[in-house]
Structures are given as C-alpha cells and as structure tokens.
C-alpha cells in the first residue's frame, strides 16, 4: 500500500559502537519505499524499515562506523560512503565497495552529495579551520579523478554541500560563516 498502513519501522543494528551518534539513514529517490541505514556495514528496508538486510562493509573503514553518505539520483545502485578521510563507493546497491579516494586531501570528510543530473558527478567537502585551500573537490568520473574547486573560500569549515536540480546544477556550500554558490 506505499507505506499507507505502516505503523513504524524496526531498527537495522543494535548496540553500542555500531552506528555513529548521527547515523546516515538515506531513502531512494527511485523507490520510496527502500531505505539504507548505515552504520559499520550498510542495511537495506525495501519496506520502508520493517524489515532489514545486512549488505557490506566498506573495506577500507577499518571497522569503524560510517559518517557520511549519499545515493545517486538516477542510478539507485550507486552508493557512496566516507569514513574520515577515506570514500569508497558501491555500484551493486551496497553489496561490496571500493575506494576512490585517488588524490583526495588526508582529512574528515563533511559531506557527499550528488549531481541530480549526472550520477558521475559527486563532490565532497572538508570541514577543518586550516588555511589550505582544500574544502571543495569534485569528481566528473565517479571518483577516478578528483580536482580541487575551493578557490577563495579561505580557512573556514564547509559543513555541507549540495547541487541543485536544475539544468544549471548550482553548487550550494553551507560554511561556518555562511553560503556560498558555484
């Protein structure tokens, strides 16, 4: 019944150290009624949460549990994942892993985010004080390179990042101190 009678969801892992305090937990845009929660492995619901499977653990995370994560607009199999400074990324909707870290920065990610437009297309941010002109990067190739698009936005943390729906896909920045567009 698309959700209609549901009466609450279940939750996918339980005790202490498996999820972080604010645990990612992500719906798909292709399908409402499947939801990933992520944790130290990654769990779907394809009944909005009463029931779970367990799919992988990102392999590079060293059994720690996962920060950040984002789903691709147009490709449902496409998951990414980040853990400190290491992302890895899933192309079988979460059932193994790898890393595109590539050239990276070795710092916590803040944030992933998608093009709606282009599922190649992901940009993630860096959240720490220094003034290193490493806050933004994006990658057009899923990860295989990624370039470096601070600019001028100088020693501030970015918390948060996200592309606009549009056929302009504005990149919108959220900072310590306020938002910024690309």
């Known amino acids: 019944d698309g959700g209609v009678s549901n009466s609450g969801c279940s939750q996918p892992q339980s005790g202490s150290g498996n999820a972080g305090w604010v645990a990612p937990i992500l719906y798909d845009t292709n399908n409402q009624m499947t939801v990933y929660s992520f944790g130290k492995n990654v769990f779907r619901s394809t ?47 979460g059932v193994s892993f790898t890393s595109i870290r590539g050239t990276l920065p070795n710092l916590s990610i803040s944030d992933i985010a ?30 295989a390179t990624w370039q470096n698009i601070t600019y001028n936005l100088g020693n501030m943390p970015v918390r948060t990042v996200v592309i606009e729906n549009s056929s302009d896909a504005t990149i919108y920045v959220g900072t310590e101190i306020g938002v910024y567009k690309k």
Do not use: C
Request: aromatic residues 10%; without cysteine; charged residues 15%.
């Open 47 to 93: 009944d909005f949460g009463s029931t779970w499977i367990t799919l992988a653990a990102p392999t590079t995370f060293a059994d720690g549990t996962i920060n950040h994560a984002a789903i691709a607009f147009n490709n449902s199999n496409r998951l990414v994942a980040s853990k400190g400074a290491n992302i890895e990324m899933s192309n079988d909707a």
């Open 114 to 143: 998608f093009d709606p437009n282009n599922d190649n297309r992901i940009i993630v941010t860096y959240s720490d004080w220094q003034n290193n002109n490493q806050k933004v990067f994006i990658t057009n190739d899923a990860g």
